[in-house]
Nanobody, 128 residues
Framework: QVQLVESGGGLVQAGGSLRLSCATS????????MGWFRQAPGKEREFVAA????????YYADSVKGRFTISRDNAKNTVYLQMNSLKPEDTAFYYC?????????????????????WGQGTQVTVSS
C-alpha cells in the first residue's frame, strides 16, 4: 500500500506562490507515475499536472500551463508542485496521486482512474 502525504497548502494572495510537496515512504517510488489533481467546492476533481516515473516527461492542464511546475526527486521519494501567479480560481483541495500503470503514456496521465493511490489532500486558498 502506497501512502502519500501532502503538505505546503495554505492561504495566499492572488499573484503569490506556493509549493506543494507529496512524500511517501514507498521504496519503489520511482516505479510510479505521479500526478496532482484538485477539487473545488461543488466541482468535480480535475487533473492539474503529472510527471513520468523518471521525471523526464511532464503534463499540465491548460489552466495551469506556464504557471505551475511539477517535479520529482526519486532519491527523496517526493513529488512537488510549484505554483506561481496564483489566481482565486486555483482555490481547491489538492491531491497527490500515484499510478502503477505500466506502460502509461499520453492521455493516460490525465485520467484519475489510472491512479490507484491517493493522499488525503491539502487546501489551497487564493484570495483576491
Amino acid at each position: 500500500q502506497v501512502q502519500l502525504v501532502e503538505s505546503g497548502g495554505g492561504l495566499v494572495q492572488a499573484g503569490g506562490s506556493l509549493r506543494l510537496s507529496c512524500a511517501t515512504s514507498e521504496r519503489t517510488f520511482s516505479n510510479y507515475a505521479m500526478g496532482w489533481f484538485r477539487q473545488a467546492p461543488g466541482k468535480e476533481r480535475e487533473f492539474v499536472a503529472a510527471v513520468s516515473r523518471s521525471g523526464g516527461n511532464t503534463y499540465y492542464a491548460d489552466s495551469v500551463k506556464g504557471r505551475f511546475t511539477i517535479s520529482r526527486d526519486n532519491a527523496k521519494n517526493t513529488v512537488y508542485l510549484q505554483m506561481n501567479s496564483l489566481k482565486p480560481e486555483d482555490t481547491a483541495f489538492y491531491y497527490c496521486a500515484a499510478s502503477a500503470r505500466n506502460p502509461i503514456s499520453g492521455s493516460d496521465y490525465y485520467l484519475s482512474y489510472n491512479y490507484g493511490y491517493w493522499g488525503q489532500g491539502t487546501q489551497v486558498t487564493v484570495s483576491s
